[in-house]
C-alpha cells in the first residue's frame, strides 16, 4: 500500500531511510523494517521497491525546468486546459498566481515554459545549457559539504537556485521561479550556508600541508655541519 502526502501527492523513498513528497517538500523518517507497506534497505538482498530519491537529480530537473529546457507536462494534463481557459496573461506573475488559485492536484510551476507559450515572449541569448552544468557542480559541492556537516534538515531548492542566480547576474530568470516569501526561513538558510561554508573552511586547514621550507635553509643546515676528521 502506498503512501500519500497530505498535499494529494504520493510519496517518495530517498535512500537514506526517509519519505519525501514531491509536491509540497515534506519529509520524515520512514523506519528500517522490510514489510509490505515499508520496504526499505535493511538487507543486501532486500532492494527498495520505491523508486528511491536524489537531491542531486531533483535539483537538476527543477534548474533545467527554470530554464525552459524541460519538455514539460504531457499534453493531456489537466494544468495546459486550466491555462487555455485562464487566458489573457499579461505577466509572468499572472500565470503564477492563476495556478496558485487552482484546484490541480499538480500544478507544475513550470513558468518559463508557460510564458513561452501564453505570453508574448521575447526570447533570450544566454548559454543556458553552461549555466546549468554550473549550477549543478555548485549544489553537488554544497550538498558534500551539507552531508558531512551532519545537518539534519536541508535547503529549499527555490532559495538555493536564487542565489545562484542572483550571483551569477541571470536577473531576467528571477521572474521564473517561486520565491521563498519568509523572512524567518530566509534568515535560517542564509545562517545554515554559513555556518556549513565555515565548518567546511575549518575541516580544510587541520589538512593543508606544511608549508615547504626553502632549499637554501637545508643547505645552510648542511654546510653547518662538521666534517668529522679521520
Same mark, same amino acid.
Given at each position: 500500500m502506498h503512501e500519500f502526502c497530505k498535499c494529494g501527492v504520493r510519496f517518495c523513498e530517498t535512500n537514506y531511510h526517509t519519505i519525501l513528497c514531491y509536491g509540497c517538500g515534506c519529509e520524515k523518517f520512514h523506519g528500517y523494517t522490510n514489510t509490505a507497506e515499508n520496504q526499505l534497505y535493511n538487507s543486501h538482498f532486500s532492494p527498495s521497491c520505491y523508486p528511491t530519491y536524489s537531491r542531486a537529480a531533483r535539483f537538476r530537473v527543477l534548474v533545467r525546468r527554470l530554464f525552459a529546457l524541460d519538455v514539460g507536462p504531457k499534453i493531456t494534463d489537466p494544468v495546459w486546459h486550466y491555462l487555455e481557459e485562464s487566458v489573457p496573461f499579461k505577466?509572468? #506573475?499572472?500565470?503564477? @498566481?492563476? %495556478?496558485?488559485?487552482?484546484? %490541480? =492536484? #499538480?500544478?507544475?510551476?513550470? @513558468?518559463? %515554459?508557460?510564458?513561452? =507559450?501564453f505570453l508574448d515572449y521575447n526570447p533570450h541569448t544566454i548559454d543556458v545549457q553552461n549555466f546549468l552544468e554550473q549550477f549543478c557542480a555548485k549544489f553537488n559541492g554544497l550538498l558534500h559539504k551539507w552531508t558531512k556537516s551532519g545537518a539534519t534538515s536541508f535547503f529549499s531548492y527555490n532559495w538555493l537556485i536564487e542565489q545562484y542566480l542572483r550571483e551569477h547576474k541571470l536577473f531576467c530568470f528571477l521572474k521564473y521561479i517561486k520565491h521563498l516569501q519568509c523572512p524567518r526561513r530566509r534568515q535560517k538558510y542564509d545562517s545554515k550556508m554559513d555556518l556549513i561554508d565555515s565548518a567546511h573552511e575549518n575541516v580544510k586547514c587541520l589538512y593543508v600541508p606544511r608549508r615547504m621550507l626553502p632549499t637554501s635553509h637545508f643547505l645552510n643546515a648542511i654546510s653547518d655541519v662538521k666534517t668529522p676528521h679521520n
Open positions: 505577466t509572468t #506573475n499572472d500565470i503564477y @498566481l492563476a %495556478l496558485k488559485a487552482s484546484s %490541480l =492536484v #499538480n500544478k507544475h510551476y513550470q @513558468l518559463h %515554459l508557460f510564458s513561452k =507559450v
